[in-house]
């Protein structure tokens, strides 16, 4: 099982700019990949970007540019710097890890909201 814990969320004007953090613990060795997804009120949680254990990062072209994903393995922990946050970018962010094997996890979500 793997356990995660989003935080770094908040209120913030347009423009501005905010750091989620999604700490991992539990069988941290079989994560193959993490990510970040969100949900806005009455739509679908939608991808954000994602960071494998090897490889290239990868983005949503709506966030390409102004997110970056990057992981910290020594804490076991994946970072979602964002700027130039708009206005559309306000729901709640949850961490997502991918288990070798296809098991997934997921954080219980942490509130942006980005104020015009």
């Known amino acids: 099982q793997v356990q995660l814990v989003e935080s770094g969320g908040g209120l913030v004007q347009a423009g501005g700019s905010l750091r989620l953090s999604c700490a991992a613990s539990?069988?941290?060795?079989?994560?193959?990949?993490m990510g970040w997804y969100r949900q806005a009120p009455g739509k679908q949680r939608e991808w954000v970007a994602s960071?494998?254990?090897?490889?290239?990062?990868m983005y949503a072209d709506s966030v390409k540019g102004r997110f970056t994903i990057s992981r910290d393995n020594a804490k076991n922990t994946v970072y979602l710097q964002m700027i130039s946050l708009k206005p559309e970018d306000s729901a709640v962010y949850y961490c997502h890890a991918v288990q070798i094997g296809g098991r997934s996890a997921w954080g219980q979500g942490t509130q942006v909201t980005v104020s015009s």
């Open positions: 539990g069988i941290i060795f079989s994560i193959a990949s």
């Open positions: 960071i494998p254990s090897a490889g290239m990062t």
